[in-house]
Every structure is written in C-alpha cells, then in structure tokens.
C-alpha cells in the first residue's frame, strides 16, 4: 500500500478488488495496473481472439515442453523463463548455431530473479540482432 500511495493512486481503499477466474482468492489492484490490464485486453481484441493461443503453441513447440493450461501468454511469460528457453532454442538454430544465449534460467519465483531473466531474454535478442 505504501508503494501505491507514492505512485499517487491514493489510500488502498482507492484501490479496485479483481478476483482470479475459478478463485476464491482476491487480490489488490492500484487505478494504474486496472488501466494497464485494459489496454492489455484490448490489444488482444484488435488482433483477434486465436493470436494468443497460436503464439502459446509456437512458443511451446520452439521450446519443446508443455506450457501451464489455462494461463494467459502474459502469464506464460511473466517470470522469463520460458523467454530464456526460446531464445536459447533460436539462437540454437541461427545460422551459424550459437550456444546457450543465455547462461543461467533462474527457477527461482523471486520477483529480482523474473526480472534478471526477462533482462537476459531482451540482452539474447539483441545479441541475435
């Protein structure tokens, strides 16, 4: 709450209540992320309702694993590891092959580790170029 007050979106009773589908569990969302969330949904409408659930299939079989049922590619795709995965099975088939792109996947569901791995995934690409 402290974070969200800093940001200027007020006291956490400013903020709005969204529950996770099939959940009972709740969770706090600040005006900023709600707004965010929207943009994001409405992005997905203008490309049409099958892009997500084609990109979720290419990226599973560039990676070669299952990805978690029932999760949204933002979901998929939050922590990085995955991403690491992808542009380590790219960078495999560029020509000429590279090594791993990146080193090290933290497993880890610390939010510093998501971020190092979402750093290393955007480093991978422009190394690729």
């Avoid at 709005?16 to 600040?30: D, L, R, T, V, Y």
């Amino acid at each position: 709450a402290k974070g969200i007050s800093r940001l200027g979106a007020g006291r956490r009773g400013d903020c709005k209540m969204a529950s996770n589908e099939g959940s009972e569990e709740k969770e706090w969302i600040s005006p900023l992320d709600a707004g965010i969330r929207q943009k994001q949904l409405e992005k997905a409408a203008a490309l049409g309702p099958d892009v997500e659930i084609r990109l979720l299939e290419w990226i599973a079989a560039v990676v070669g694993e299952e990805l978690p049922e029932g999760q949204s590619l933002v979901e998929v795709c939050k922590d990085g590891k995955v991403l690491c995965k992808l542009i380590n099975q790219i960078a495999a088939k560029c020509e000429p092959p590279r090594d791993k792109i990146v080193k090290k996947v933290h497993e880890s569901k610390l939010a510093f580790k998501a971020m190092e791995n979402l750093k290393n995934f955007i480093d991978g690409c422009k190394s690729l170029g």
